[in-house]
């Protein structure tokens, strides 16, 4: 009987992918090893792989780099600062960019001079292949590269057309300047459309080669650009963490950098501060604002004893923390390792583009092949046979493919840009159209995150502005989160508030002070029976009530006796409602996720009008419940704005993250909002599959201009100017096409 192997895992680096296929066809490769279980993320350029210990990182590598690729294992590195990043090696989006503006100063003159006759000086010929060379050696040589491994694997992708394409007019070109007539002084191109056959030993193809590997280098950079911004999640998950911390030693409070906390050491958290990382409180106590890790609106009361976790902020007195986990052990870490592993197992979205391609490049060589065979079959000379062969790959090999998908995403994220929506990246798009299912973070989307005054209710015979104006003038000595609703609840109505006397904050219960010649308390029951305080039946009742729906109730009393009850809430956004019917009438079923408990969640979703509710979860029950309903076969978009969000943004088929959320949330999601209104979501859908429809008319179009010129190309009746002209005619239209999203509303 074997012993089973131990599982361990590994995340590699992977290298050379240009798209979608690539990342599948390493994925397989892996997945063939004995044992192992891999996924491969395109966007993040992660293999993340589960192996037997029969096998090592090294055979992974090997595995990986026969297939084409290059791999390395991945190593965390610490947090970058502004001025170390810009010290860095140039972005793979900089780079392309520093190609793209070179590749355009030697395109633009081979461009001008094959398509205008009044350009073409004497010899202007050997000047295109003096400026063409570089550009299909050096700007196409990711394309060529790409395609070479394709080959080696019986796979065909739009690089594999893109190379095909360029090689074979810049390799008919030189063909016809050395051994052909184009290369003899004073040679020109007529500006002629006529379909008739010429000389196809004199025709010269240096602009096709030109201007399509200058278009498919501008949309390489667009979606590289948008690509880079997939793994800056974690950055900012990282940066939400305490810097420095004010640690005790030997009874000296010395200030030491995080990195350098130990396990058991105790450390100051002053107001204001955040929390070094995950403990329990030594001494003092306060009101924790813990609503970025859970969502939960309401601060939690912190004392001796009590647990607390890093990043959270101390929104009240001086405490003293034992640090019980550090480092990769933190909530923190966790989440972050959360993101990413809901980032690796996106699957990602290949490209329509690629999936095109795939059908159409051997159909093209299958047509280029019949070309070559028929006219050697009739007699023809090869030099007429290989020009028409040569002449249907030129054409089946439109440079408007390059522009169909980015001059569409640059329209539609501009337009979605002046709406308060921002688009991540063409993968976004593919989602939005199948999108089922809407989950609602609570807290900060559907309503404000901010506690406010719902309601003031007054005992019999007290005035309600009296109350709130008095206690707002006690609640006015306090930091508290509930104290500063009460006091901005009194300046919305515009009540004085007066000046408090020998204010007393009692951690956790309550507040009290002299106003005037009125001695308050202010707090939960709890401090009404320290004084000896009793509720009348009615107050009390309202107490019930207020509690039963999930909203915080303080109660007020002055001079021995009960006067009211404040009742404080996370108030509805007032769009909510009208959102959630925009997304119904979508065909989409929202559904209520928060931390909160079941009855603010329940009451918040009657006042919006959703059915489902799923409350009471923590921030990995989030990412648990969007696998969940994903196994169900439905198809999920979510919307949230914190940190307690992040992880089911990044796995959710489409993430949405509020704009006035936290960086983390919005950089693992997919689509932002700029705007703190729940009907950009249903407006953000629409445009996303507008979008998505513009790009798919423009593949139609950018194909359908080149695949009508095939037959001429086989029947040897293409000249270059045709060549040149479909070229244009293509990229105008998926140009001007692009541009209709600008009317989008």
């Known amino acids: ?79 970058k600062s502004a001025d170390s990043e810009a010290d860095s090696a140039p972005s793979p989006a900089r780079q392309l960019r520093d190609k793209l503006l070179v590749t355009l100063a030697l395109a633009i003159p081979v461009v001008a001079m094959g398509m205008a006759p009044v350009l073409q000086f004497t010899n202007w010929q050997w000047l295109s292949l003096t ?31 893109i190379s095909l394409g360029t090689l074979a007019a810049f390799g008919w070109s030189v063909y016809a300047l050395f051994w052909g007539t ?32 200058t278009a498919i280098l501008a949309g390489r950079y667009f979606e590289t650009r948008s690509k880079e911004k997939a793994g800056s999640a974690l950055r900012a998950l990282l940066e939400l963490g305490a810097k420095e911390v004010s640690v005790l030693r030997g009874g000296v409070e010395t200030r030491i950098p995080v990195a350098e906390l130990r396990t058991g050491e105790e450390f100051l958290v002053r107001p204001g501060e955040k929390v070094a990382t995950d403990g329990v409180v030594v001494t003092g106590s306060s009101a924790l604002d813990m609503s970025m890790l859970t969502g939960e609106s309401v601060p939690v009361e912190v004392g001796p004893g009590d647990a607390v976790v890093g990043a959270t902020v101390n929104a009240g007195g001086l405490l003293t923390v034992r640090a019980t986990r550090v480092g990769a052990d933190t909530q923190l870490a966790q989440m972050a390792a959360l993101v990413e592993d809901a980032q690796n197992g996106k699957a990602p979205v290949q490209r329509l583009a690629d999936r095109v391609a795939g059908v159409f490049v051997p159909i093209v060589i299958g047509i280029a092949v019949a070309a070559l065979g028929f006219w050697l079959g009739t007699g023809a000379s090869v030099a007429t046979a290989f020009g028409a062969a040569v002449a249907v790959l030129i054409i089946a090999c439109p440079c408007a493919l390059g522009l169909a998908t980015p001059t569409a995403l640059l329209v539609g994220t501009g337009r979605g840009a002046q709406l308060g929506i921002l688009i991540k990246g063409p993968q976004v798009l593919e989602s ?25 209710i007054p005992a019999a015979d007290v005035d309600s502005d009296e109350l709130l104006s008095v206690a707002a ?8 989160p509930v104290a500063k609703a009460v006091v901005s609840g009194a300046r919305d109505r515009n009540l004085a508030v007066e000046t408090v006397d020998q204010f007393v904050s009692h951690g956790g219960k309550g507040v009290q002070g002299l106003v005037g010649d009125r001695a308050v308390v202010i707090g939960r029951t709890e401090l009404l ?30 001079d021995g006796t009960a006067r009211g009850l404040l009742v404080i809430a996370d108030a509805v956004k007032p769009t909510s409602a009208q959102a959630i019917s925009e997304m119904r009438a979508l065909g989409l079923t929202p559904i209520l996720l928060t931390g909160d408990n079941t009855a603010t969640a329940h009451t918040v979703a009657t006042q919006v009008g959703i059915d489902e509710v799923i409350a009471e979860v923590l921030p990995s029950d989030k990412l648990d419940v969007i696998k969940r309903l994903q196994s169900e076969g439905k198809v999920v978009a979510m919307v949230g704005d914190g940190v307690n969000d992040a992880a089911a943004l990044a796995q959710a088929d489409l993430g949405l993250a509020m704009g006035t959320g936290t960086d983390v949330a919005i950089q693992a999601a997919d689509l932002t909002l700029v705007r703190d209104d729940l009907r950009a979501v249903p407006t953000a859908i629409r445009l996303s599959r507008s979008t998505l429809r513009t790009i798919k008319s423009n593949l139609f179009w950018a194909f359908g201009y080149n695949v009508a010129a095939i037959p001429l190309a086989a029947a040897g009746l293409l000249n270059p100017m045709l060549a040149g002209a479909a070229m244009a005619l293509s990229s105008v239209f998926v140009v001007s096409n692009s541009l209709r999203l600008r009317r989008f509303k």
């Open 1 to 79: 009987m074997s012993t089973p192997q131990l599982e361990r895992s590994i995340e590699l680096d992977i290298g050379g992918m240009t798209c979608a296929s690539c990342a599948a066809r390493i994925e397989k490769k892996l997945n063939r090893i004995d044992g192992v279980s891999a996924t491969v993320n395109y966007a993040t350029e992660k293999a993340k792989v589960s192996f037997p210990e029969s096998v090592t990182a090294d055979d992974l590598i090997a595995k990986v780099v026969d297939t084409g690729y290059s791999a390395s294992v991945h190593h965390t590195e610490p947090v």
């Open 131 to 161: 400026l063409t060379a570089p550009i299909v050696v050096w700007s196409g040589s990711q394309f060529h590269r790409a395609a070479w491994v394709n080959a080696r694997h019986g796979a065909a992708t739009m690089d594999t057309l």
């Open 182 to 213: 184009a290369g003899m002084p004073g040679m020109k191109h007529p500006f002629s459309f006529a379909i008739e056959r010429g000389d196809s030993s004199s025709a010269l193809y240096f602009e096709v080669a030109a201007t399509l590997i």
């Open 432 to 456: 939005t159209r199948r999108i089922d299912t809407v989950v609602l973070d609570k807290t900060g989307t559907v309503t404000t995150g901010k506690m406010t005054l719902a309601e003031v």
């Open 473 to 480: 003038a006690v609640e006015h000595g306090s930091e508290h």
């Open 529 to 558: 029976e320290d004084w000896s305080i009793a509720l009348p039946e009615a107050l009390a009742q309202a107490k019930i009530r207020a509690e039963q729906a999930g909203r915080t109730a303080i109660l007020v009393a002055w």
